[in-house]
């Protein structure tokens, strides 16, 4: 299996509005617990190793250019 990073959900804004939701009323480190348990729920449900791994790589990949433009905004 590799990994689908194309939208699977009928109704994508239903499932962002699902995750945001369950993050109202949490403080900041009860939000990041919920995203920490979602995140292995998830993984353990997908059950491929190979699809994990690349899955992290994308995030991280995302997570840093999302910084670097950030900073290049800044300047």
Not at 9 to 31: C, K, N, T, W, Y
Not at 59 to 67: E, N
């Amino acid at each position: 299996m590799s990994l689908s990073t194309k939208s699977n959900f009928a109704r994508p804004d239903d499932a962002f509005r699902a995750i945001v939701e369950a993050h109202q009323g949490l403080s900041e480190i009860e939000s990041a617990e919920l995203d920490a348990a979602l995140v292995l729920i998830l993984a353990n449900h997908i059950g491929d190793i190979d699809v994990l791994r690349e899955a992290i790589t994308l995030a991280r990949r995302r997570m840093i250019d999302s910084v670097q433009q950030q900073q290049q905004q800044q300047q």
